[in-house]
């Protein structure tokens, strides 16, 4: 009966409320916060091709576990992107809570931030936008990462972005994610008061300013490096499926 009374009108029979929204609203905080840092390693990660083919092999086998075997192991970079994707969707089903499901919500939420004109309720418009998108184009990247891990590299990456048309994807991928994340990251900040406490209107001000200068970065971060892959991957189209060699190995006779 408690459950029946709550259901109609969002208290228990003895008046109070159920903390439960309060529980899920700290976890999507807590698994977007985790893969807002992720989504900023990442992007460094991949960008590492702007420092050439040889930095970005580098990487990727310390990735793989070159530091502590013999052989690296592209089976772990697979079971890092799956941690990572079960949070991804943890966090999405966290966030269509709030998501405004009817027509009737959705004008509401439009018809009050248009009279209200604050930009934190446009951002959050954005964010839901940008977390729709993400649901489909994130969810391929991360199901190619858990399925596929042995085919990130230089010129595996470069050909898959390039030969197999996936640039079109992560075309768009990045500036929904750059948003999404960037934008998410500030909004956290705002809501439980980090950095922001002493002064909450300096702290807004500054905490926006650097979250459109991170929105700036990373896109001219992620979009060159989009570049740089498109045209290794167009050169070494005659040679798909050829994976990069090494220098060292190259000088030693050996093969990837």
Known sequence: MSDLIEGYLGKRDDGTKSRMPAVLDRWQSITGLILGLFIIGHMFFTSSILLGKEAMYTETKLFEGSLFLKEPEPLLVGIAASIIFIIFIIHAGLAMRKFPYKYREYKMLKTHSAHL??????????????????????????????????????????????????????????????????VGLYRLTMKWGFTVRKDPRAGRRRNKALMWGAIVFFSLLAYSALGTYWEIGKAHQPDYGKRYIPQSQISAGGEQ
């Not at 309720?121 to 891990?149: C, D, K, Y």
């Not at 590299?153 to 972005?161: F, H, K, L, V």
């Open 117 to 182: 004109g604050h930009l934190d309720t446009t951002l959050w418009m954005v964010q839901a936008a940008t977390g729709f998108a993400m649901f489909f184009l994130g969810s391929a990247h991360l199901w190619m990462m858990v399925a596929e891990p042995e085919k990130i590299g230089p010129y595996a990456s470069a050909d898959r972005i390039y030969t197999d048309n996936f640039g079109f994807l992560y075309a768009l991928l990045i500036a929904m994610v750059v948003l999404h994340a960037m």
